[in-house]
């Protein structure tokens, strides 16, 4: 699809002039289409959002039994790193046993993988960052604020591909009902919320419409997602208002020390969010075009930030606003032509090609990963094996993590894939396999 026509107006706003950054968009045959100009539009800010790091190693057994003793005394406080932390167990559906937050500081600490021993190694240890705290940080302070507190969790700490969210902040422009209808993407999992505090669906192949459109969400959370909201009003829901507008204030600020920001208007967010394995896809497959090189260090933030104007630009391509058949909405052109996100560290590299490394199918299949642990099930019931012994079993097979991994691309963490299996065993034993 093509962008439209753009002009800009002439400093007399008395004629349209062509221009590459003109915000009056036209049509050949049908003349004006929007007029970003009329509506005071103006991009507010472009951040990294969020910033979830892993780490692979085994838990560091000192660590994790002085914090289950402190647990087990009902100390709800607990001081690391010379910082004073919540400590509480965690919800299974995160797939670790443990958190450490502290939201003044801007991080949680998630640590102990569920259904991992915590003297194996594995991905025990998830950081989350907030906004606050990659703001105040460059990206290498920010590794070696995580690097601090990976060395104190775990033994033998690995920086393990991270997930991030890049986001943009308009104001001038606000989404139409017929949005969902208009957006092309290669995933057919759309969501969209109008007007709810809070509001949670797992959909598949469904596209909600409620009233007023207020925020939409398109694709899968374990890959690439796209999400379009209000933040004006999502800011004001979590109190965090006069933080955003302060940031808005200074993005638009002018030599005069006036700000182009308008507090009586909404902002609204487009935020591409990338998965751990989608990182991990592109530091993979990525290659250098002038020594044939494949292969780039996507594996920590300051590493990955190099490579955040690629990401964004590749998240507008697996995502696509229409006009129409032909032409792409003006509001993704701009997306698209104009956005820029400024860090010391970031740049696009024009000798790299960027691309996703899939891993080829073979013989050995995921569907043959599911007939594997059904027959192993199945062997195991014949057997009258406790689930337990038959997890501790499957767990040490070395294809253990492909199978996690298969069932994670399928939107089935480890944790609920374990909870399947423990019902479809008890089946296999009320069935009488082992009679």
Same mark, same amino acid.
């Given at each position: 699809m093509k962008s439209l026509e753009r002009y800009e107006l002439s400093e007399d706003r008395s004629e349209t002039i062509p221009s590459e950054k003109g915000l009056l968009f036209v049509h050949p045959k049908f003349g004006k289409v929007a007029d970003f100009y009329q509506d005071n539009f103006q991009i507010v800010g472009t951040y990294v959002d969020t910033l979830r790091q892993l780490f692979k190693g085994q838990m560091n057994l000192d660590f994790i039994t002085d914090c289950e003793q402190s647990l087990s005394l009902g100390e709800k406080t607990y001081r690391f790193l010379s910082v004073d932390w919540l400590l509480g167990k965690s919800s299974k559906s995160s797939g670790y046993q443990y958190r450490l937050q502290n939201n003044q500081l801007g991080i949680i600490i998630f640590f102990k993988m569920y259904h991992t021993k915590a003297e194996s190694y594995g991905s025990h240890l998830k950081i989350e960052c907030s906004p606050w705290f990659l703001d105040n940080r460059s990206p290498k302070k920010v590794d070696q604020y995580l690097n601090r507190i990976a060395k104190k969790v775990l033994v033998g700490a690995e920086a393990h591909y991270p997930a991030i969210h890049l986001a943009v902040d308009i104001q001038g422009w606000r989404p139409d009902n017929e949005l969902s209808e208009r957006m092309h993407c290669r995933s057919r999992r759309s969501a969209q919320f109008n007007g709810f505090d809070k509001a949670e669906f797992n959909l598949s192949e469904i596209s909600c419409t409620y009233d007023r459109s207020q925020s939409f969400k398109?694709?899968?959370?374990?890959?690439?997602?796209?999400?379009?909201?209000?933040?004006?009003?999502?800011? $004001? !829901?979590?109190?965090?208002?006069?933080?955003?507008?302060?940031?808005?204030?200074?993005?638009?600020?002018?030599?005069?020390?006036?700000f182009g920001y308008e507090q009586d208007k909404d902002v609204? $967010?487009?935020?591409? $969010?990338?998965?751990? !394995?989608?990182?991990?896809?592109?530091?993979?497959? !990525?290659?250098?075009?002038?020594?044939?090189?494949v292969g780039v260090k996507m594996n920590t933030y300051s590493e990955v930030i190099q490579h955040i104007q690629a990401l964004w630009n590749y998240g507008l391509t697996t995502f696509k606003l229409k006009y129409n058949s032909n032409y792409i909405d003006p509001i993704w052109t701009v997306l698209q032509e104009d956005i820029v996100f400024r860090f010391p560290e970031s740049s696009y590299k024009d000798n790299l090609h960027y691309k996703r490394y899939y891993k080829k199918a073979t013989s050995f299949s995921g569907k043959n990963y599911q007939l594997y642990v059904g027959n192993f099930l199945s062997a195991c019931a014949r057997k009258g094996a406790t689930f337990h012994k038959v997890l501790t079993e499957l767990q040490k097979s070395y294809i253990w993590n492909d199978i996690a991994l298969h069932y994670e691309s399928n939107d089935t963490t480890e944790h609920q894939l374990i909870e399947r299996m423990k019902e479809s065993y008890q089946e296999r034993l009320l069935l009488g396999y082992s009679i």
């Open positions: 398109f694709g899968s959370a374990g890959a690439v997602q796209l999400a379009i909201y209000n933040k004006t009003i999502q800011a $004001r !829901s979590n109190d965090k208002l006069d933080y955003m507008e302060h940031k808005w204030q200074e993005t638009t600020k002018t030599t005069d020390g006036s609204f $967010r487009f935020e591409l $969010r990338f998965h751990h !394995s989608v990182i991990q896809q592109f530091a993979l497959g !990525s290659c250098d075009v002038k020594t044939g090189e």
